[in-house]
């Protein structure tokens, strides 16, 4: 069975925002290292942002700096992701995934365009 659900994906024209949840139902988000990834038509797989499980520090692709934010609300065990400034090119099928165990889930889409 997956591990995660992804949601909050849809379709929002350029400059929207969105923000996707990732959720685990067989463990605490809050002890892995997590990271949203991204795959569209076409292209490859890229990593987009992560947070650390040690002291929550975040990281993100130069792609996305400065629109999007990585954070976790450990008292419902989900991982957001807000996308700010959408941009056609971000277009694509968002996952969540824990490294450490090897965890993803289906993806949400998420498409920018007007």
């Known amino acids: 069975q997956l591990q995660f659900v992804e949601s909050g994906g849809g379709l929002v024209q350029p400059g929207g925002s969105l923000r996707l949840s990732c959720a685990a139902s067989?463990?605490?988000?809050?002890?892995?290292?997590i990271g949203w990834f991204r795959q569209a038509p076409g292209k490859e797989h890229e990593g987009v942002a992560c947070?650390?499980?040690?002291?929550?520090?975040?990281y993100y692709a130069l792609s996305v700096q400065g629109r999007f934010t990585i954070s976790r609300d450990a008292d419902r065990n989900l991982v957001y992701l807000q996308m700010n400034n959408l941009k056609p090119e971000d277009t694509a099928v968002y996952y969540c995934?824990?490294?450490?165990?090897?965890?993803w889930g289906q993806g949400t889409q998420v498409t920018v365009s007007s």
């Open positions: 995934h824990a490294p450490l165990i090897n965890a």
């Open positions: 067989r463990f605490t988000l809050e002890d892995y290292a």
């Open positions: 947070i650390s499980s040690s002291d929550s520090s975040t």
